[in-house]
């Protein structure tokens, strides 16, 4: 889409002028410019995109300073944007988590979440990361049950209420939490369990994309022991020694498991051959671990979509991407243009489900 293209653009130079991202957008696919410009004034308008230096450090990167008028894109053509970190990865942590609550829990339940995201969506950020990005809040702010159906009207108090009694009776996810009780009982997101329960999910499906069902029964069995001998673990997962061995190595190779060694005798004088050797998780990098082999994963899939859309404008006679409706095409071009729809759906479809998990 062209906002994609936009984000694009300005993942890859930080700010630039709204003329220089359309003429960048357009490099990429020729006939966008007005959903490009709709895109960036839409950006804007949401404050996803600020003007560079629009951004105050008070509150982390929080808050949008005012630039005074309001003119439009075309007012002042110098003026470069540049993504407010701050909105833009809540507003993504909102749609994952609503979306994850409406895949668990319902949709009743996904759309409770939103009144609680959206609630959220103006607050200051609490600081920044290690790497610099802003942090997110742990906890959202309480909303009473007649708060919350004020801002979803248009759905039946007794479907709010069941949603907020299926969300608030998971002990185990604590995904909501009860602030007060009465008659009006007011409830809030634990916005870090829900982050656990995910990158969780995550984890689980890496692990089995890449290391098969007996991988993923060895790192369920990991997650649920702090270490284990590699003869115990097979017994555990119901797969032989050796299957279970391949799939650990392969684990190790990875950066999901970790090797503890315990000497039996004093360390200095120990042997290898008379130390007990355990499996572990290695959790202090597992998420960092998942995310490199997804970024990995998105930029192959990156890579590859790119170079099958180049190979295909040059295969392709130039007035196609003029106006295909109109070109005539040999069989062989019409069969390649067939082809190159289905591939290319594939490989967007990729890279859509890997940016969910990145």
Known sequence: SAGELVANVLFEHHDLPVDTIVRQVLAAQPDVEAAARRSITSMIDDQVLVSAGGISEHGGGGTVRKSGSKRGLEDDKSVSYQFNWAVLLARVRADRIARFVDHHYGPAAGQVMTAFTANDANQPSPGRTPRGFPKLHTVSSGLSSSGISRRMSHMQPSTIMNALDILSSDPAASVLQPTSTGADSAYSVNYWAVARIMQRELYEGIVLARHGVVGSR?????????????????????????????????????????????????????????????WALAKDQLLETTQTHVLKALCNARAALAHEIAAFRQAMPPSFFIDPASTILSEAEAKLAAKHEVQRAGLQHAVAALLERA
């Open 218 to 278: 060895v790192a369920r069995l990991l997650a649920e022991n702090e270490a284990m001998e590699d003869r115990f673990v097979s017994e555990e997962a119901l797969v032989t020694h050796a299957d279970a061995r391949v799939a650990l190595t392969a684990m190790l190779r990875d950066g999901f498991v970790r090797l503890v060694e315990l000497p039996k005798g004093s360390i200095a004088e120990r042997l290898p051959k008379n130390s007990i050797f355990l």
